[in-house]
């Protein structure tokens, strides 16, 4: 998924942390919500103004995340 679109970053908005779609929903919200055990029904019921799109793209924008942490590591 191309997570270019919906994820948001602006440095005045929640620190410059990354946003969905210029919301002040940072992806590591998303992130621990899903991490606690709710489901992607459970956050949208929740959150109405998400999609499953968002939710998509913060978990892509994650596992991109973490491939560059790993790269940056093993350099």
């Known amino acids: 998924m191309d ?6 970053i602006e ?3 929640r620190n410059g942390k990354p946003c969905i779609r210029g ?3 940072t992806v590591y919200d998303v992130l621990g919500y899903l991490a606690s ?3 992607t029904e459970e956050v949208l019921d929740d959150f109405p ?8 793209a913060c978990l892509s924008y994650a ?12 350099a």
């Open 3 to 8: 997570y270019k679109d919906i994820i948001t």
């Open 11 to 13: 440095p005045g908005k």
């Open 23 to 25: 919301m002040r929903i």
């Open 37 to 39: 055990g709710m489901s």
């Open 49 to 56: 103004e998400l999609t499953k799109e968002d939710i998509l």
């Open 63 to 74: 596992s991109d995340a973490e491939k560059h942490t790993r790269l940056l590591k093993i």
